[in-house]
């Protein structure tokens, strides 16, 4: 069965240039980013894996560890982060998952149950396997961004959707398009009026369905 938002992350046991994980205990309490390529030593997925390692602090300063797929082997990541960092001009302290036999992107619904890699397969083997998932502290998938071959991610929205999905999460509040941290939210339709003032001061109610609100502290 597909994953969908607020499935549970499967518990599997990874392999990683790191080491070897259960990935609920190495999220513990923390948020997570899952986020998958193709193929090691391929252009878009050196600058995207980049990418996240230049954001390092950033990660840190909202309690979330990242952690990548390929569908290469452990020494085949291991020299390729040194293309990585060279490029980036940052260290790429991430672990990077093994997924040799793909079990995990088959498990994490990126590939059909009978994929296969051929001898001297190429990325476009395995391209499905391009997506980024956020996973919460309860280890439910908050979201998740599928790509094609072509076209890089954008690292800065994906830390924008954190942001939005950490000012929101267990909150009855929404974030209107567009936004950013710091600026208004939108009160979710579950509180009345007089519930949102009791329990966020002022609001600005611009129709009776679209009420904003300072964001909280």
Not at 89 to 111: Q, W, Y
Request: glycine share 6%; aromatic share 8%.
């Amino acid at each position: 069965m597909a994953l969908r938002i607020n499935d549970t992350l499967p518990n599997l046991h990874v392999v990683t240039d790191l080491g070897e994980y259960d990935l609920h205990d190495w999220i513990g309490d923390s948020w997570a980013i899952l986020f998958s390529h193709p193929k090691d030593f391929t252009p878009v997925c050196t600058t995207e894996f980049g990418a996240v390692a230049q954001l390092a602090d950033e990660w840190a300063k909202r309690g979330t560890k990242v952690m990548g797929i390929s569908v290469d082997g452990v020494d085949e990541h291991k020299q390729w982060k040194s293309d990585i960092e060279k490029t980036a001009g940052a260290p790429a302290g991430f672990p990077i998952i093994a997924d040799e036999d793909m079990a995990v992107s088959k498990a994490l619904d990126m590939l059909p149950a009978d994929a296969y890699l051929p001898d001297g397969r190429t990325a476009a083997d395995s391209a499905s396997v391009r997506v980024v998932f956020i996973v919460a502290p309860n280890k439910k998938i908050q979201l998740m961004m599928i790509y094609p071959m072509s076209v890089g991610r954008n690292f800065a929205e994906v830390l924008r959707a954190l942001d939005g999905l950490q000012r929101t999460y267990e909150q009855p509040l929404a974030t209107p398009a567009n936004w950013e941290t710091g600026q208004d939210v939108i009160v979710a339709l579950s509180l009345t009026d007089e519930q949102a003032q009791e329990k966020y001061g002022e609001i600005d109610v611009k129709l009776p369905y679209l009420r904003y609100t300072k964001n909280p502290a």
